[in-house]
T-cell receptor
Framework: DTGVSQNPRHKITKRGQNVTFRCDPI?????LYWYRQTLGQGPEFLTY????????KSRLLSDRFSAERPKGSFSTLEIQRTEQGDSAMYLC?????????????FGPGTRLTVL | AQTVTQSQPEMSVQEAETVTLSCTYD???????LFWYKQPPSRQMILVIR????KQQNATENRFSVNFQKAAKSFSLKISDSQLGDTAMYFC?????????????WGLGTSLAVNP
């Protein structure tokens, strides 16, 4: 399978614990995005990487959130001291730029439940 | 603020019929991209169709077509010959005001049910 993969698919944690999610983009894609989707809502942009450089972070991304993309390949999103409001689906997408298409390819998401 | 609005939270259609999903947006940009994504229950987001704002011709992908009205800032999706597998959440999204990073701004989605 050469699509975007995310692990784990589901994560249940207790409030206050730290969690880390991983995204493996399509291999030749240089751009990687993280979005958050809560029930009944559309995705919201969190952050974006061009290769290994994190070029933009949303105001939604509090100090408890950190994302990395070492070597410009896979990316990790860590949430420290989780809160119940962090419960959501975390989506990763990748794309190739420059491109005439600018299509983003999405992974299956990681569903986080904070108890 | 740049926004994408989907005013139909839920819609239903009979199998083999045609349905149109609405999307409007607000931007002062001239160059942007518009997309319709489909998210089946418990499955991942997949691209249905895209439209470049500088193209006047409406995009078409098999049974899916768009009605892009740039002046009206409208981007509706028409699904012809609806199939049971079309049942999903449909999201309208755009690169409005995204600068060079091309992040997507999303509507709230329309839940489409195709009935047998």
């Amino acid at each position: 399978d050469t699509g975007v993969s995310q692990n784990p698919r589901h994560k249940i944690t207790k409030r206050g614990q730290n969690v880390t999610f991983r995204c493996d983009p399509i291999s030749e894609h240089n751009r990687l995005y993280w979005y958050r989707q809560t029930l009944g809502q559309g995705p919201e942009f969190l952050t974006y990487f061009q290769n290994e450089a994190q070029l933009e972070k949303s105001r939604l991304l509090s100090d408890r959130f950190s994302a990395e993309r070492p070597k410009g390949s896979f990316s990790t999103l860590e949430i420290q001291r989780t809160e119940q409001g962090d419960s959501a689906m975390y989506l990763c997408a990748s794309s190739l730029a420059p491109s005439a298409v600018y299509e983003q390819f999405f992974g299956p998401g990681t569903r986080l439940t904070v108890l | 603020a740049q926004t994408v609005t989907q005013s139909q939270p839920e819609m239903s259609v009979q199998e083999a019929e045609t349905v149109t999903l609405s999307c409007t947006y607000d931007t002062s940009e001239n160059n942007y991209y518009l997309f319709w994504y489909k998210q089946p229950p418990s499955r991942q987001m997949i691209l249905v169709i895209r439209q470049e704002a500088y193209k006047q011709q409406n995009a078409t992908e098999n049974r899916f077509s768009v009605n892009f009205q740039k002046a009206a800032k409208s981007f509706s999706l028409k699904i012809s010959d609806s199939q049971l597998g079309d049942t999903a959440m449909y999201f309208c999204a755009s690169t409005l005001n995204a600068g060079n990073n091309r992040k997507l701004i999303w509507g709230l989605g329309t839940s489409l049910a195709v009935n047998p």
